[in-house]
């Protein structure tokens, strides 16, 4: 059977890889500068400084002198689109003005690396008002914005609420000289990304009508007896070949079989090396990334292409669930609300197939979804996978099983991107202590539950545009149990058409 699959006709695609407009970052360097210059109106502060951000540098592994592939910082990303390491980037606030600062590079990068482009390259490639080399930055500071005494640099220092981790501030020779502020710039240029412009959208949406084509081709070329690699391989290769993504969003989650209860399988001490078996399930999360923007797509489906009784059931109350909460999106709802709605509706179609029983307001009281989904909802995305501004000042995170690993409980605003990802698993590791768990236990149908025991789980994941009055779903690949039976058996499927506003805007 595997070889049978490396057989099939070479696949093609309706889509090319677009011009990417750097309006789209001049766009986003005048949203942060108007909410700046808001914010400092309201607190009573000058209309001056400069904002100042130093880009991602290049990273060898470990004490070797591999370089890996260098991916920009993505917060320099957002304001520059500048796609070389070690630049930094300035904006000035009184005038709007932006300047880039390029590395200067010795002479024998010349033989080994490529031109050494003038900074006249940078200034026209980057649509910025002015280009100097990073060993200048005191003196051009001084230089050219001192007029009101030397100006003060607004550097990025604040929390990732996914990670933990802080963002690294701008630092570089002379830099003593000026006075810092370390703490008004994150949480409003965070708050910038977390409301997309239409530029940005569109690259948003070829991401998902890449990914999403890729997804098909995977699900057509699956067969038992290949390995979870291989899926991931056909991925990797579609979204490259076809779509100009050098980069996935995130690392592949290809699993199969029990696997995919696993919530984040596929990474080294789990690699998607299992075989593919006659009967099992298939959880494939995998999103390909354009010009640093990403997608975040899962797919569920039976490796045979036909879903038999129990593999229904559990889908159908996710596809449920999901189709549930797009319904009911549009901007003033509580994401928290949504994912106690897709809880609830995973639970009442537990219920209705015998899996549990009792009164489903009990079980949510009790918080019974967390046993079968205990992930978020969804998180907002855009330039990383996990977009941050979940947590904006004031908000704190829920400490209850299953809401506690929400990345957001914000309510949603137009122009949010954010992913709509339930999932319904048989995890023994929370199973086992909810059948010893007396409140819990009595719940449950642990006859039928025997019958899931080694099913995994199914998760179903769109990427989903806030709208004035709705919302607008990004991902374009079958969701019905039929239409996905229809594809796998080769069935064409309507592949929408990208948005074109990034070749009109170029």
């Given at each position: 059977p595997a070889m049978a699959a490396a057989a099939a006709p070479p696949s093609s695609s309706s889509l090319a890889p677009p011009e990417v407009p750097m309006e789209l970052h001049a766009g986003n360097r005048d949203r942060l500068v108007a909410a700046l210059r808001a914010h400092l109106s309201a607190s009573g502060r000058p209309l001056?400084?400069?904002?100042?951000?130093?880009?991602?540098?290049?990273?060898?592994?470990?004490?070797?002198?591999?370089?890996?592939?260098?991916?920009?910082?993505?917060?320099?990303?957002?304001?520059?689109?500048?796609?070389?390491?070690?630049?930094?980037?300035?904006?000035?606030?009184?005038?709007?003005?932006?300047?880039l600062f390029?590395?200067?590079?010795?002479?024998?990068?010349?033989?080994?690396?490529?031109?050494?482009?003038?900074?006249?390259?940078?200034?026209?490639?980057?649509?910025?008002?002015m280009v100097f080399y990073v060993d200048e930055i005191t003196q051009v500071l001084q230089d050219r914005f001192s007029d009101h005494g030397k100006p003060l640099l607004f550097v990025l220092y604040g929390k990732n609420t996914d990670s933990g981790n802080y963002s690294k501030p701008a630092s570089f020779e002379g830099m003593e000289k000026f006075d810092s502020d370390l703490s008004t710039l994150h949480p409003i240029l965070t708050e910038c990304r977390v409301i997309k412009s239409d530029m940005e959208l569109a690259l948003i949406q070829y991401a998902n009508d890449v990914s999403s084509e890729a997804h098909i081709e995977v699900m057509r070329r699956a067969r038992p007896g290949m390995?979870?690699?291989?899926?991931?391989?056909?991925?990797?290769?579609?979204?490259?070949?076809?779509?100009?993504?050098?980069?996935?969003?995130?690392?592949?989650?290809?699993?199969?079989?029990e696997n995919s209860s696993v919530l984040h399988y596929g990474h080294a001490a789990a690699p998607n090396d299992r075989t593919l078996?006659?009967?099992?399930?298939?959880?494939?999360?995998?999103?390909?990334?354009?010009?640093?923007?990403?997608?975040?797509?899962?797919?569920?489906?039976?490796?045979?292409?036909?879903?038999?009784?129990?593999?229904?059931?559990?889908?159908?109350?996710?596809?449920?669930?999901?189709?549930?909460?797009?319904?009911?999106?549009?901007?003033?709802?509580?994401?928290?609300?949504?994912?106690?709605?897709a809880e609830q509706t995973i639970l009442e179609s537990l219920r209705n197939e015998r899996i549990l029983h009792g009164d489903v307001t009990d079980?949510?009281?009790?918080?019974?979804?967390?046993?079968?989904?205990?992930?978020?909802?969804?998180?907002?995305l855009g330039i990383d996978t996990h977009d941050p501004g979940g947590y904006p000042e004031g908000l704190e995170r829920p400490k209850e099983p299953g809401l506690s690993s929400l990345?957001?409980?914000?309510?949603?605003?137009?122009?949010?991107?954010?992913?709509?990802?339930?999932?319904?698993?048989?995890?023994?590791?929370?199973?086992?202590?909810?059948?010893?768990?007396?409140?819990?236990?009595?719940?449950?149908?642990w006859e039928e539950i025997e019958k899931y025991k080694s099913f995994g789980g199914v998760r179903i994941e769109s990427d989903v545009y806030v709208t004035a009055h709705g919302c607008k779903n990004l991902t374009n690949c079958p969701r019905e149990t039929l239409e996905i039976e229809a594809v796998m058996a080769?069935?064409?499927?309507?592949?929408?058409?990208?948005?074109?506003?990034?070749?009109k805007a170029s």
């Open positions: 001056r400084g400069l904002v100042l951000l130093q880009g991602g540098e290049e990273q060898t592994r470990y004490c070797t002198d591999h370089l890996e592939l260098f991916r920009q910082e993505s917060y320099f990303a957002y304001l520059f689109g500048v796609r070389e390491p070690g630049f930094y980037g300035a904006i000035d606030i009184a005038s709007g003005q932006s300047i390029s590395p200067r590079l010795p002479a024998d990068y010349a033989v080994w690396m490529g031109e050494i482009k003038p900074l006249s390259y940078f200034k026209d490639r980057y649509k910025v008002d390995k979870e690699y291989q899926l991931e391989s056909i991925f990797l290769h579609h979204v490259y070949m076809y779509g100009g993504c050098r980069h996935c969003s995130y690392t592949c989650i290809c699993a199969t079989g078996n006659d009967g099992d399930m298939a959880l494939m999360d995998m999103g390909g990334e354009y010009h640093c923007y990403g997608s975040d797509i899962t797919c569920s489906y039976p490796i045979n292409g036909k879903f038999n009784n129990n593999q229904t059931i559990v889908y159908n109350a996710v596809l449920k669930a999901h189709n549930a909460v797009i319904a009911h999106m549009q901007p003033g709802v509580n994401w928290l609300d949504m994912h106690k709605l079980m949510m009281a009790q918080r019974l979804g967390a046993v079968f989904m205990p992930h978020g909802l969804g998180h907002l990345r957001t409980i914000r309510e949603l605003k137009e122009g949010m991107v954010i992913t709509v990802e339930p999932g319904c698993y048989f995890i023994d590791a929370l199973l086992i202590p909810a059948r010893d768990d007396p409140v819990y236990s009595k719940f449950f149908n080769g069935a064409p499927w309507p592949v929408r058409a990208t948005n074109n506003s990034l070749s």
